[in-house]
């Protein structure tokens, strides 16, 4: 999303972009009752943190040692502030409320096929609508953090094929 926003208001520093399963339209949200108490602290305690329900590995890889690496990882982010959570829902909001086409920065959009945290075709439907010129988009055989995958032959390719063609699609 912070990507897709800086390339808006400030193209000329952006030449492309690649989009790697991007946050863009999430199908794992917080609760009701989640959300009530996260603008509940939003108004009266911005800085308590909450949940971020992205807590099952599963939901990242398929891979057994991705997963056990995400589930003993020490840093992983698994709370935030309302007020970061409200403002990732007003980079929501910025985003939809632009008008088509805005997007002039080259994008590739590369989604992971067994996805479990995001909507691939909202997604896809999403940054068609934002982009002046029609995303290329991949798709990989991999759940949403393809860097997990036990075979990264394809991503790799993918990535260099991106990294070697700066002036073309």
């Not at 020490?74 to 007020?83: D, F, I, Q, V």
């Not at 075709?121 to 982009?131: A, G, M, N």
């Not at 002046?132 to 094929?161: C, G, M, N, S």
Request: with cysteine; hydrophobic share 45%; charged share 25%.
């Amino acid at each position: 999303k912070l990507a897709i926003a800086w390339a808006l208001r400030r193209p000329e520093c952006v030449s492309r972009l690649l989009l790697v399963a991007p946050g863009l339209v999430a199908q794992v949200q917080p609760t009701l009752g989640e959300r009530l108490s996260i603008a509940a602290s939003l108004i009266v305690c911005p800085r308590r943190r909450h949940r971020i329900p992205l807590d099952d590995a599963a939901l990242f890889t398929d891979n057994p040692a991705g997963q056990q690496f995400i589930e003993q990882d020490p840093l992983k982010l698994t709370h935030a502030t309302a007020r970061f959570m409200y403002n990732s829902l007003r980079l929501d909001w910025l985003l939809r409320g632009v008008r088509p086409d805005v997007l002039s920065t080259r994008t590739t959009l590369l989604l992971a096929e067994r996805e479990r945290i995001i909507h691939n075709d909202l997604t896809k439907l999403c940054l068609r609508r934002l982009c002046a010129e029609q995303p290329a988009v991949e798709r990989l055989a991999a759940a949403h953090t393809i860097e997990f995958e036990q075979d990264l032959t394809a991503y790799e390719a993918l990535l260099r094929h991106w990294a070697d063609n700066a002036h073309g699609r």
